[in-house]
């Protein structure tokens, strides 16, 4: 049996661990514009917003001609202000009879997948503030949906796109990506047959394919929609002071441990524009 001391004794390893998992399991590291600002003073940052530039802000002047033109391309910014705390709480007695090995394993694992489990909800939470959407609640989703978004999500800046979907838009066979085979025949067409070899398509029409399960259903939709997205990685910003900041504590009266782990970001659309809503019907 770990008594206290013993326990205590683990959290070195414990926090290395959690680091371990959050660096495999943090999929919305490569979907988002993630700027970490970990032992900086202040709980603001703020995103850089280029208000987009043209050909026709490009002013064409006689060499050595003075520009006197008042109009040019404006950058702005967007805050994101961490004002909240993301906390999780794991609770070991203190004379359990876990060896040392498992105590580490499953409290650094429910502590990263929890902490990356509520950063990617909050993530997908912000999709329907998109102002562009594609697709119905009603509707299937469709190759045309996803062509849309080449026209409809404006990309100067080539960071990667991707299409973002609940696993319930993704797989249903009649009104998901299957769907785009023959009627949902997966032996008809590249789709089906790369779904029956691997069970995932991870990329087409200029577009990388993320699976949320973060994603809700529609609230009062007995069609079974959800709202997916389709986006740059510049139109979501998340500020991060730390993802996991992990501290023990002793409870007395319940005798035992407690290991807190604390999150801390701020989630903000910034680029309205790289984004935009993808909602279609899918399998309960």
């Given at each position: 049996?770990?008594?206290?001391?013993?326990?205590?004794?683990?959290?070195?390893k414990?926090?290395?661990?959690?680091?371990?998992?959050?660096?495999?399991?943090?999929?919305?590291?490569?979907?988002?514009?993630?700027?970490?600002?970990?032992?900086?003073?202040?709980?603001?940052?703020?995103?850089?917003?280029?208000?987009?530039?043209?050909?026709?802000?490009?002013?064409?002047?006689?060499?050595?001609?003075?520009?006197?033109?008042?109009?040019?391309?404006?950058?702005?910014?967007?805050?994101?202000?961490?004002?909240?705390?993301?906390?999780?709480?794991?609770?070991?007695?203190?004379?359990?009879?876990?060896?040392?090995?498992?105590?580490?394993?499953?409290?650094?694992?429910?502590?990263?997948?929890?902490?990356?489990?509520?950063?990617?909800?909050?993530?997908?939470?912000?999709?329907?503030?998109?102002?562009?959407?594609?697709g119905?609640?009603?509707?299937?989703?469709?190759e045309?949906?996803?062509?849309?978004?080449?026209?409809?999500?404006?990309?100067?800046?080539?960071?990667?796109?991707?299409?973002?979907?609940?696993?319930?838009?993704?797989?249903?066979?009649?009104?998901?990506?299957?769907?785009?085979?023959?009627?949902?025949?997966?032996?008809?067409?590249?789709?089906?047959?790369?779904?029956?070899?691997?069970?995932?398509?991870a990329?087409?029409?200029?577009?990388?394919?993320?699976?949320s399960?973060?994603?809700?259903?529609?609230?009062?939709?007995?069609d079974?929609?959800?709202?997916?997205?389709?986006?740059?990685?510049?139109?979501?910003?998340?500020?991060?002071?730390?993802?996991?900041?992990?501290?023990?504590?002793?409870?007395?009266?319940?005798?035992?441990?407690?290991?807190?782990?604390?999150?801390?970001?701020?989630?903000?659309?910034?680029?309205?524009?790289?984004?935009?809503?993808?909602?279609?019907?899918?399998?309960?």
């Amino acid at each position: 049996m770990l008594n206290p001391t013993a326990i205590e004794a683990l959290l070195p390893k414990i926090i290395a661990e959690t680091s371990y998992f959050l660096g495999k399991y943090n999929k919305m590291e490569n979907i988002v514009n993630l700027q970490d600002t970990w032992g900086v003073e202040g709980n603001t940052f703020t995103f850089p917003k280029i208000a987009g530039a043209n050909a026709t802000d490009v002013e064409v002047l006689d060499i050595g001609t003075d520009i006197t033109s008042d109009y040019g391309v404006s950058i702005t910014g967007v805050d994101a202000n961490i004002t909240q705390e993301n906390v999780m709480r794991v609770f070991i007695p203190k004379m359990t009879t876990m060896s040392k090995k498992s105590i580490i394993q499953i409290v650094s694992r429910v502590l990263a997948m929890g902490e990356l489990k509520k950063l990617e909800y909050d993530i997908v939470s912000l999709f329907p503030s998109f102002t562009t959407e594609i697709g119905t609640e009603t509707g299937a989703l469709t190759e045309a949906s996803i062509l849309q978004g080449q026209i409809k999500v404006d990309d100067d800046m080539d960071v990667g796109r991707m299409v973002i979907l609940s696993p319930y838009q993704y797989w249903d066979t009649t009104n998901g990506i299957a769907s785009f085979t023959t009627q949902g025949d997966l032996d008809s067409g590249y789709i089906g047959e790369e779904i029956k070899k691997t069970g995932f398509v991870a990329s087409g029409y200029g577009f990388d394919f993320i699976i949320s399960k973060q994603i809700p259903k529609v609230l009062d939709d007995e069609d079974y929609s959800y709202t997916g997205a389709i986006m740059s990685r510049s139109a979501i910003g998340v500020h991060t002071k730390k993802i996991a900041d992990i501290e023990l504590g002793s409870i007395a009266s319940q005798r035992g441990i407690e290991i807190i782990c604390t999150g801390r970001w701020k989630e903000a659309i910034i680029e309205q524009t790289e984004g935009a809503l993808l909602i279609s019907k899918g399998i309960a």
